[in-house]
């Protein structure tokens, strides 16, 4: 089945480091990637990691993936004010489905001065 | 420099009409795609379009048609337009359907208001 989940809500401190959790059900995922949405905007990709790899890092941002456990993570190191968004974590398919994406239901992140 | 674009941003309309939701893309991408965000945030895929050709049909009433003129434009025309139609519409595109290529890059959304 297409399932993939995230917690509701994050509250962290200004400085402070975030992870935001997701956990999908599908193990023939391909790539997973992580969107960012501001309020009244549209979705910013911020990063994306291929099932195969365990980790990538790019500059603040860190991506776990346990492919065992089906389980993805998002670390913001330093979190900001302007890092306060929804969060998505979402899983693509292969080229045979058509490469859509099956989204999260987002994790909303609050900064804390 | 804008790379995906939706027009309009904003649309508020009646039940019962038909309207269009237009989307531009000048990335160069040979895949476009238009997801459902409902009020809860929740964003589910409606239809993919690859070279002008259909190939993502999810479960979507028959009175939402898209089209695509070009690979560069995929259009959303709605008829007979229902409360639950509500949502902000987002229009994607990739490179292609798999791979790395297959990275899909957003809109900013229409958000439509059915009366």
């Known amino acids: 089945g297409e399932d993939v989940e995230q917690s509701l809500f994050l509250s962290v401190r200004e400085g402070d480091s975030s992870v935001i959790n997701c956990t999908y059900t599908?193990?023939?995922?391909?790539?997973l990637y992580w969107y960012k949405q501001e309020p009244g905007a549209g979705l910013q990709l911020l990063t994306y990691i291929f099932s195969n790899m365990d980790m990538k890092q790019d500059q603040r941002l860190t991506v776990l993936l346990n492919k065992k456990d089906k389980h993805l993570s998002l670390r913001i190191a330093d979190t900001q004010t302007g890092d306060s968004a929804i969060y998505f974590c979402a899983e693509s398919k292969t080229k045979a489905a058509g490469n859509k994406l099956t989204f999260g239901g987002g994790t909303r992140v609050l900064v804390k001065p | 420099d804008t790379a995906v674009s939706q027009t309009p941003k904003y649309l508020v309309t009646q039940m019962g009409n038909d309207k269009s939701i237009k989307c531009e893309q000048n990335?160069?991408?040979?895949?476009m795609y238009w997801y459902k965000q409902d009020s809860k945030k929740f964003l589910k895929i409606m239809f993919s379009y690859n070279n002008k050709e259909l190939i993502i049909n999810e479960t979507v009433p028959n009175r939402f048609s898209p089209k695509s003129p070009d690979k560069a434009h995929l259009n959303l025309h709605i008829n007979s337009l229902e409360l639950g139609d509500s949502a902000v519409y987002f229009c994607?595109?990739?490179?292609?359907?798999?791979?790395?290529?297959?990275?899909?890059?957003f809109g900013p959304g229409t958000r439509l208001t059915v009366l």
């Open positions: 990335l160069g991408h040979d895949t």
């Open positions: 599908d193990s023939s995922s391909t790539y």
């Open positions: 994607a595109s990739s490179l292609r359907t798999s791979g790395g290529g297959g990275t899909q890059y």
